[in-house]
């Protein structure tokens, strides 16, 4: 059997994601016209598939007609609410991320921009086989979110759930950088060895539970899953059971092998970059300065 270049995409997708899918039907979402919240004056229209302690709901303010997404925590979560809250906050000042509109502390209700498009999962679904995106949208993509980890890194916040079901890309190709739930001060990152994240795109010092020494390398490292994902349909990391990470062992080599193996003919600047981002060592992974695009 080949590394994970022979896994298609919808049993990617079924390992990664079909247990919160799983919850999200068996819990169920209200019917859409339906639904208000009349403390806030919006009126839900839409529901997306989101996790189960939330709903995430797409919306119109009854009187400008606006349309915004809304975030809501169940009210035994509020500690959730908070966190995603105070990082977000933290986030905003960049184009590329996910713009916070309002929030509402007695609801556990956070209102943010609607971002117009699709995650970058659902975008590649679309595809035709082998799935992946095009070299100059890759390019784009990873110029805007290595823009956005300087940024994060300036403000001390590490995301810690970069993947590509929160990443949207737009009609323009302009990507926005999507929910803060996971996200840490550095100070935080480094005193927390749970394993959080995606499947598939979380550091090899994550999975393994090792201190985290450089808590911004923890986001490249998943950036690079995401945009190695795009690129040739693989990742270093194959998670069928939450079991460990299977191929951080070859190291950097490992992206040769799966350009070989895709048989994609890719510029070899950008394999080399994908190699530097996906070092399984932090402390000698490429930091987002020293990325020239
Ligand atoms: N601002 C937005 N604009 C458009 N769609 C959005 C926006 N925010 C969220 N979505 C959609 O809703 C989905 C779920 O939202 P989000 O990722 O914030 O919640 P979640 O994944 O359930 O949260 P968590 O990661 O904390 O479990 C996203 O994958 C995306 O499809
Ligand atoms: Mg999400």
């Given at each position: 059997m080949g590394i994970n270049m022979g896994s298609c995409l919808a049993a990617f997708r079924d390992r990664c994601f079909s247990f919160w899918n799983l919850l999200v039907s068996a819990w169920g979402s209200p019917p859409s016209d339906t639904v208000t919240y009349p403390e806030t004056g919006y009126k839900v229209l839409d529901m997306y598939p989101s996790a189960p302690f939330c709903t995430v709901a797409l919306a119109?303010?009854?009187?400008?007609g606006e349309l915004v997404v809304l975030k809501r925590f169940h009210a035994i979560e509020r500690d959730s609410f908070a966190r995603e809250l105070v990082m977000l906050r933290r986030a905003q000042g960049h184009d590329n991320v996910n713009c916070l509109r309002a929030s509402w502390p007695s609801s556990h209700l956070l209102v943010l921009d609607y971002v117009e498009g699709q995650c970058l999962i659902d975008v590649m679904l679309n595809r035709?086989?082998?799935y992946v995106l095009p070299m100059k949208m890759v390019t784009g993509i990873t110029r805007q979110l290595v823009s956005v980890l300087c940024h994060l890194k300036a403000r001390d916040v590490v995301h810690n759930d970069i993947s590509p079901e929160n990443i949207i890309v737009r009609p323009d190709r302009g990507v926005v950088l999507i929910d803060f739930g996971l996200s840490m001060r550095s100070a935080e990152r480094k005193a927390d060895k749970s394993f959080i994240g995606k499947p598939c795109f979380i550091a090899p010092e994550v999975t393994l539970r090792k201190?985290?020494?450089?808590?911004f390398s923890v986001d490249m490292y998943s950036l690079g899953s995401v945009l190695c994902y795009a690129s040739?349909?693989?990742?270093?990391y194959e998670a069928p059971f939450y079991s460990g990470s299977l191929y951080h062992h070859k190291g950097k080599d490992i992206i040769k092998i799966f350009a070989e193996q895709s048989g994609l003919k890719l510029p070899g600047d950008f394999l080399t970059l994908l190699a530097d981002m996906l070092d399984p060592n932090p402390t000698t992974r490429i930091a987002c300065e020293a990325i020239t695009l």
């Amino acid at each position: 059997m080949g590394i994970n270049m022979g896994s298609c995409l919808a049993a990617f997708r079924d390992r990664c994601f079909s247990f919160w899918n799983l919850l999200v039907s068996a819990w169920g979402s209200p019917p859409s016209d339906t639904v208000t919240y009349p403390e806030t004056g919006y009126k839900v229209l839409d529901m997306y598939p989101s996790a189960p302690f939330c709903t995430v709901a797409l919306a119109r303010h009854e009187k400008s007609g606006e349309l915004v997404v809304l975030k809501r925590f169940h009210a035994i979560e509020r500690d959730s609410f908070a966190r995603e809250l105070v990082m977000l906050r933290r986030a905003q000042g960049h184009d590329n991320v996910n713009c916070l509109r309002a929030s509402w502390p007695s609801s556990h209700l956070l209102v943010l921009d609607y971002v117009e498009g699709q995650c970058l999962i659902d975008v590649m679904l679309n595809r035709e086989p082998p799935y992946v995106l095009p070299m100059k949208m890759v390019t784009g993509i990873t110029r805007q979110l290595v823009s956005v980890l300087c940024h994060l890194k300036a403000r001390d916040v590490v995301h810690n759930d970069i993947s590509p079901e929160n990443i949207i890309v737009r009609p323009d190709r302009g990507v926005v950088l999507i929910d803060f739930g996971l996200s840490m001060r550095s100070a935080e990152r480094k005193a927390d060895k749970s394993f959080i994240g995606k499947p598939c795109f979380i550091a090899p010092e994550v999975t393994l539970r090792k201190t985290i020494e450089e808590p911004f390398s923890v986001d490249m490292y998943s950036l690079g899953s995401v945009l190695c994902y795009a690129s040739l349909l693989a990742t270093p990391y194959e998670a069928p059971f939450y079991s460990g990470s299977l191929y951080h062992h070859k190291g950097k080599d490992i992206i040769k092998i799966f350009a070989e193996q895709s048989g994609l003919k890719l510029p070899g600047d950008f394999l080399t970059l994908l190699a530097d981002m996906l070092d399984p060592n932090p402390t000698t992974r490429i930091a987002c300065e020293a990325i020239t695009l």
